[in-house]
């Protein structure tokens, strides 16, 4: 029987050192090997902590928009309400830890009892007390495991909310940014309209007067039902905006909302190296915070392997009488047991084994989330780049067209060229400007996508509620 125990033994310290303690992932190890510069040769400054998304506009309307969308918003208060119940299912695995104790209150009635003198069954009634005390002790350290794990997750959880937060605000800012573009666009619009209508009349006068063709007069007419095309498509844009922005801020969609006249400037975001960004982006310390649950998990799916110590204790007083249950012995029972799996048709070697993959899983998902990171980052760096060079040659295009509209203007004063050559002239300038106006909504988008991606998140007093 000796010979018995020690093999036992013997299973159970092999099995405990094969084990070993769980590893964990941290940030430094991922970014060390990164290079200390981005590809495309950005001048990189010395940085201090990110200041936040709203400190790149300096705008008050946009940080009332930010504020109300952040305390409006239904999605991202539903993620909140689901963040914070799963906050409260934390005490589930924390209270693993501590033992548990239960008071029972019990009362039957039975006719078991056999009176000798008469030798009839007699009914009694029968009051019990009970108090029941259990606790698994953790010597493996398996169950602060299975919490920390848990509180892993639930940081993942609250990382990503973080990041849907952010992701609100920008997109608040972008489509805010669209519907005050969308409305200089109507301007514009709005003025060629007048400016075809007006070549309408004079070459619908000179067709009746022989002087122009019915190819001029055509021309005229479609041109204008054209850009009235072009006009309503821009209205209808325009309305779906200012829903969709009315929705983000949890308003009812009726198209009240009011665009500013001008375009909001934003700095560029000062780039950072790329273990400052990878720092600051939730999406990667959510990875982090993950792959390290995980890794606990499999360390707690081995350490099942392990033998187990539990210990309970019943204790309880019974009476026949209620009023006598509180003086009546208190009878204690305590129980100490060790279990130790030995064959479950392997099981647990099948789950730890299954655990330990999640695991690598885990980090090959962290490892992918960084690569996406940093493409996010160099993706608006060539955008930015591209847009600045668009941003150069249309400038040129725009002085260019704005000296021949002038040119055009003074001839047309002289009578030197028909009106509809000017109006045209005209024309080809609103086109210009309406797409400079494009170009410079796609680099205001880019600049907010840009930060986020550099780490740039809401300030902490945005994020909890409070105004900047």
Same mark, same amino acid.
């Given at each position: 029987m000796?010979n018995?125990?020690?093999?036992i033994l013997?299973i159970i310290?092999?099995t405990?050192f094969t084990?070993?303690?769980?590893?964990?992932?941290e940030?430094p190890?991922?970014?060390?090997?990164?290079?200390k510069n981005w590809?495309?040769?950005?001048t990189?400054?010395s940085?201090p902590?990110?200041k936040?998304?709203l400190?790149?506009?300096?705008n008050?309307?946009?940080d009332?928009?930010v504020?109300?969308?952040?305390r409006n918003?239904h999605d991202?208060k539903?993620a909140?309400?689901?963040l914070m119940a799963s906050?409260?299912m934390?005490?589930q695995?924390?209270?693993?830890l501590m033992?548990s104790?239960?008071?029972?209150?019990?009362k039957?009635r039975?006719n078991?009892n056999?009176n000798?003198?008469?030798g009839?069954?007699?009914?009694?009634?029968n009051?019990?007390?009970s108090l029941?005390v259990?606790w698994?002790?953790d010597?493996w350290?398996k169950l602060?495991?299975?919490?920390?794990?848990?509180?892993?997750e639930?940081?993942a959880?609250?990382e990503q909310?973080?990041?849907?937060?952010d992701a609100?605000a920008?997109?608040?800012i972008?489509?805010?940014?669209?519907?005050?573009?969308t409305?200089n666009?109507?301007v514009?619009?709005?003025e060629?309209?007048?400016r075809i209508i007006?070549?309408?009349?004079s070459?619908?006068?000179k067709y009746k007067?022989?002087?122009?063709?019915l190819?001029?007069?055509t021309?005229?007419?479609?041109?204008?039902?054209?850009t009235?095309a #072009?006009? @309503?498509?821009?209205?209808?844009?325009? /309305?779906?905006?200012?829903r969709?922005?009315? +929705?983000l801020?949890?308003?009812? !969609?009726?198209?009240?909302?009011?665009a500013a006249?001008?375009l909001?400037e934003i700095?560029k975001p000062?780039l950072?190296?790329?273990?400052v960004?990878?720092?600051?982006?939730?999406?990667?310390?959510s990875?982090?915070?993950?792959?390290?649950?995980?890794l606990?998990?499999?360390s707690?799916a081995?350490k099942e392997?392990?033998?187990?110590?539990n210990l309970?204790?019943?204790?309880?007083k #019974?009476? @026949?009488?209620l009023?006598?249950?509180? /003086?009546?012995?208190?009878?204690?029972?305590v +129980?100490?047991?060790?279990?130790? !799996?030995?064959f479950?048709?392997?099981?647990?070697w099948?789950e730890a084994k299954?655990?330990?993959?999640?695991?690598?899983a885990?980090?090959s998902e962290?490892?992918s989330v960084?690569l996406?990171?940093l493409?996010?980052?160099?993706?608006?760096?060539?955008?930015?780049?591209?847009?600045?060079a668009?941003k150069?040659?249309?400038?040129k295009a725009l002085q260019?067209l704005?000296l021949?509209? #002038?040119?055009?203007k003074?001839r047309?004063?002289? /009578?030197l060229?028909?009106?509809?050559?000017f109006a045209?002239a005209q024309n080809?300038?609103?086109d210009?400007?309406?797409q400079?106006?494009?170009?410079?909504?796609a680099?205001?988008?880019?600049?907010?996508?840009l930060a986020?991606?550099s780490g740039?998140g809401l300030?902490?007093?945005i994020?909890?509620?409070?105004?900047k």
């Amino acid at each position: 029987m000796q010979n018995i125990y020690s093999k036992i033994l013997a299973i159970i310290l092999v099995t405990f050192f094969t084990i070993g303690c769980a590893s964990s992932i941290e940030l430094p190890e991922i970014t060390k090997k990164m290079e200390k510069n981005w590809n495309n040769g950005s001048t990189i400054d010395s940085l201090p902590i990110t200041k936040g998304l709203l400190s790149l506009f300096e705008n008050d309307e946009i940080d009332s928009l930010v504020i109300e969308a952040i305390r409006n918003n239904h999605d991202l208060k539903a993620a909140k309400n689901r963040l914070m119940a799963s906050n409260y299912m934390l005490s589930q695995t924390r209270s693993l830890l501590m033992p548990s104790a239960s008071l029972g209150f019990a009362k039957s009635r039975s006719n078991q009892n056999v009176n000798f003198l008469s030798g009839k069954n007699e009914v009694k009634d029968n009051h019990t007390i009970s108090l029941n005390v259990a606790w698994e002790v953790d010597i493996w350290g398996k169950l602060y495991e299975i919490n920390s794990a848990a509180n892993l997750e639930w940081e993942a959880a609250r990382e990503q909310y973080l990041q849907a937060m952010d992701a609100l605000a920008a997109r608040t800012i972008q489509t805010w940014v669209h519907i005050t573009s969308t409305k200089n666009q109507l301007v514009l619009k709005q003025e060629k309209q007048l400016r075809i209508i007006n070549l309408n009349k004079s070459v619908e006068k000179k067709y009746k007067m022989g002087i122009a063709s019915l190819g001029d007069l055509t021309n005229a007419k479609s041109e204008l039902e054209i850009t009235n095309a #072009e006009l @309503v498509s821009t209205e209808e844009e325009y /309305g779906k905006l200012v829903r969709e922005l009315e +929705i983000l801020l949890g308003r009812n !969609p009726q198209n009240r909302l009011k665009a500013a006249d001008v375009l909001p400037e934003i700095r560029k975001p000062v780039l950072k190296i790329p273990a400052v960004v990878l720092a600051n982006r939730p999406d990667i310390k959510s990875a982090i915070f993950r792959a390290n649950s995980f890794l606990k998990n499999a360390s707690v799916a081995k350490k099942e392997m392990l033998p187990g110590i539990n210990l309970s204790a019943d204790m309880f007083k #019974e009476s @026949v009488k209620l009023g006598d249950v509180t /003086g009546a012995t208190l009878i204690w029972n305590v +129980i100490g047991n060790i279990v130790q !799996p030995i064959f479950n048709g392997g099981k647990l070697w099948n789950e730890a084994k299954a655990k330990e993959l999640e695991a690598d899983a885990a980090i090959s998902e962290l490892h992918s989330v960084v690569l996406t990171a940093l493409k996010e980052v160099e993706d608006g760096l060539d955008a930015e780049r591209s847009l600045n060079a668009q941003k150069m040659y249309l400038k040129k295009a725009l002085q260019n067209l704005q000296l021949s509209n #002038e040119d055009y203007k003074k001839r047309y004063r002289k /009578g030197l060229v028909p009106y509809y050559v000017f109006a045209n002239a005209q024309n080809q300038l609103a086109d210009m400007e309406i797409q400079m106006n494009k170009l410079k909504v796609a680099q205001l988008s880019n600049r907010i996508s840009l930060a986020l991606a550099s780490g740039y998140g809401l300030e902490e007093k945005i994020r909890n509620g409070e105004n900047k």
